[in-house]
T-cell receptor, first 114, second 114 residues
Framework: AQSVTQLGSHVSVSEGALVLLRCNYS??????LFWYVQYPNQGLQLLLK??????LVKGINGFEAEFKKSETSFHLTKPSAHMSDAAEYFC????????????FGAGTRLFVKA | EAGVTQSPTHLIKTRGQQATLRCSPI?????VYWYQQALGLGLQFLLW???????NRGNFPPRFSGRQFPNYSSELNVNALELEDSALYLC?????????????FGPGTRLTVL
């Protein structure tokens, strides 16, 4: 069965520091992978997606993620954190096994300290 | 362009009652997805509708049901409400055709069951 694991329910970084949010997936077929961000009291917004083209995917707001098949990982990074990056981040995988569905990780809340 | 809209914003019900949640997709989108976001559990896939048909459902009991109307808007019905149904219910829409298209999320309906 497909699954998504996000390591760390909470991550805290200082403003200007590197942001690294970890995501590992399990999928028996090549996956479509996504990162979404959720600001307080809002729905989810797509940051970036991997669809089997380039393994390094660039998204909005300076975020990027690298697909590593050997590690079944799709970690999200940003070189320099900004206060406005404080939000909850969700990794997701879309598969067609057992019927199409998108499976989300439990989320990682990012705190940015001044 | 208007985004995905959901109504009501908040809904308070008592155990055993029925709840109806509504979603209007982005114009031109034919697929609608429903998710439950309970505290600490991330997003759980509920239902997927496309072109008026239920295409897939997640691991939820039959008292969770819905439908999609000819204008592609959708309703989620939850019968015989239980306390653990309290959650944020998110609706998302996407273009039809390629099922891996990006999903655009609404702000959600907060359901509280007392």
């Amino acid at each position: 069965a497909q699954s998504v694991t996000q390591l760390g329910s909470h991550v805290s970084v200082s403003e200007g520091a590197l942001v690294l949010l970890r995501c590992n997936y399990s999928s028996s077929v090549p996956p479509y992978l996504f990162w979404y961000v959720q600001y307080p009291n809002q729905g989810l917004q797509l940051l970036l997606k991997y669809t089997s083209a380039a393994t390094l995917v660039k998204g909005i707001n300076g975020f990027e993620a690298e697909f590593k098949k050997s590690e079944t990982s799709f970690h999200l990074t940003k070189p320099s954190a900004h206060m406005s990056d404080a939000a909850e981040y969700f990794c997701a995988v879309s598969t067609n096994t057992g019927g199409f569905k998108t499976i989300f990780g439990a989320g990682t809340r990012l705190f940015v300290k001044a | 362009e208007a985004g995905v809209t959901q109504s009501p914003t908040h809904l308070i019900k008592t155990r055993g009652q029925q709840a109806t949640l509504r979603c209007s997709p982005i114009s031109g989108h034919t697929s609608v997805y429903w998710y439950q976001q309970a505290l600490g559990l991330g997003l759980q896939f509920l239902l997927w509708y496309d072109e008026g048909e239920e295409r897939n459902r997640g691991n939820f009991p039959p008292r969770f049901s819905g439908r999609q109307f000819p204008n592609y808007s959708s309703e989620l019905n939850v019968n015989a409400l239980e306390l653990e149904d309290s959650a944020l219910y998110l609706c998302a829409s996407s273009l039809g055709g390629n099922r891996y298209n990006e999903q655009f999320f609404g702000p959600g309906t907060r359901l509280t069951v007392l």
